[in-house]
């Protein structure tokens, strides 16, 4: 292996482009290193090389070690990073975003800065979660009371199918054994969701704090996405798990929520949802060109013109900056 401060950086061009990348890539219980372009994940079953120019993003689960070389060529790749629970439920920290561009970032705080598009997307978030129903024309109190009703709703007949009782929601913060088995299994499905939505959102570049419904808080939007599957996945697989054993409930609420997120590759899901809310003319993709390196400038009226040229004058718009 030639030393890494003698390889030249590889340019944008040499990248792959974000579309034809792998969109996750999982390791745990690993030693994470680099040959070449490659990294490398060493266990004691022997080494697996992954170009890392693949990559969208990887995932660290529990017992994985990542060198300083690694790192450097999946900052050079733009490969994100996130450091997650095992299979991804739970969301530690995270490196570089999905994308050099700013694209989803920026169509997040236009969306969030006005509020009738606000507005809009947080109704485009009901009609994800609830198909059956049109929010067109509703008011946010009228989709809170909707929404309301849904979930409780949903707890009702996920009682009546499990044949589990069901005595209302309780939940005290900070005691998780307060509650009965089900509340339990309820409030484990939730951190584990609010931890997927968490390893996505800034994978992609986008903020955590700029929520649609929820406000106030540094992970606003993560309680946002992670709502978009609370009465289709958690709460049905949580009276699941409640109605086989009360014993072992927050564990065993995990590990199924765990394999249910990779049977139906929900973090693939959460990435196509969160686009398709914040760029809907698009069709769950980024547009061509979108996840290129490049820097422009604003000028007026909408315009971006390129960066490094010097704009003095008409005479000047040919100079270099540096």
Same mark, same amino acid.
């Given at each position: 292996?030639s030393? /890494?401060?003698?390889r030249?950086?590889l340019t944008?061009?040499q990248l792959?482009?974000? %579309?034809?990348?792998?969109s ?5 219980r #690993?030693t /994470?290193?680099r040959d ?5 994940a060493?266990? *004691?079953?022997? &080494?697996?090389h992954?170009p890392?120019?693949?990559i !969208?993003?990887?995932?660290l689960?529990? !017992?994985?070690?990542?060198?300083h070389?690694?790192m $450097?060529?999946l %900052?050079e790749?733009?490969a994100a990073v #996130?450091?997650?629970?095992e299979h991804?439920?739970?969301y @530690?920290? $995270? ?14 705080a236009?969306?969030w *800065?006005n509020?009738?598009?606000?507005l809009? /997307?947080?109704r485009?978030m009901?009609?994800?979660?609830f ?10 109190h009228?989709?809170l009371d909707r929404?309301g009703k849904?979930v409780k709703d949903?707890y009702?007949?996920?009682?009546a199918?499990?044949?589990v ?6 939940y005290?913060?900070g ?8 509340n339990?299994?309820?409030t484990a499905?939730?951190?584990c969701?609010? %931890?997927i939505?968490?390893?996505v959102?800034p994978s =992609?570049g986008? $903020?955590?704090a700029l929520g649609?419904?929820?406000?106030g808080h540094e ?6 996405i992670?709502?978009?599957y609370?009465t289709e996945i ?8 409640a109605?086989q ?15 249910r997120?990779?049977e139906?590759s929900? =973090?693939?899901?959460c990435v196509?949802?969160i686009?398709h =809310?914040?760029?809907?003319?698009? &069709?769950g993709?980024?547009?061509p060109g979108?996840d290129?390196d490049v820097? &422009?400038?604003?000028?007026?009226h909408?315009?971006?013109?390129a960066s490094g040229v010097? @704009?003095?004058?008409?005479e000047?718009?040919g100079d270099e =900056?540096w």
């Amino acid at each position: 292996m030639s030393t /890494v401060s003698r390889r030249p950086a590889l340019t944008p061009r040499q990248l792959t482009r974000t %579309g034809e990348r792998l969109s996750f890539v999982y390791l745990e219980r #690993c030693t /994470v290193h680099r040959d070449a372009n490659a990294i490398t994940a060493q266990d *004691a079953e022997g &080494t697996t090389h992954i170009p890392s120019a693949t990559i !969208g993003t990887l995932l660290l689960g529990p !017992g994985t070690r990542v060198t300083h070389q690694a790192m $450097s060529v999946l %900052g050079e790749t733009g490969a994100a990073v #996130c450091w997650v629970g095992e299979h991804g439920v739970r969301y @530690y920290a $995270s490196g570089r975003a999905l994308s050099r561009s700013s694209a989803l970032m920026e169509a997040q705080a236009r969306q969030w *800065a006005n509020p009738r598009s606000r507005l809009a /997307v947080a109704r485009a978030m009901y009609r994800l979660r609830f198909p059956d129903e049109d929010p067109a024309g509703l008011t946010r109190h009228e989709l809170l009371d909707r929404e309301g009703k849904r979930v409780k709703d949903c707890y009702r007949v996920q009682a009546a199918r499990t044949g589990v009782p069901w005595r209302g929601r309780r939940y005290t913060p900070g005691d998780f054994t307060s509650g009965d088995a089900v509340n339990q299994a309820i409030t484990a499905a939730a951190q584990c969701m609010y %931890g997927i939505a968490h390893a996505v959102v800034p994978s =992609l570049g986008c $903020s955590p704090a700029l929520g649609f419904i929820h406000s106030g808080h540094e992970l606003s939007f993560v309680l946002d996405i992670a709502d978009l599957y609370k009465t289709e996945i958690g709460i049905p697989l949580a009276f699941d798990v409640a109605a086989q054993d009360e014993e072992d409930i927050g564990p065993r609420t995990r590990r199924a929520l765990r394999d249910r997120i990779n049977e139906i590759s929900l =973090l693939n899901r959460c990435v196509d949802d969160i686009k398709h =809310l914040l760029l809907p003319e698009t &069709t769950g993709s980024f547009a061509p060109g979108d996840d290129r390196d490049v820097v &422009t400038l604003q000028s007026d009226h909408g315009h971006q013109v390129a960066s490094g040229v010097n @704009y003095d004058g008409p005479e000047d718009y040919g100079d270099e =900056l540096w």
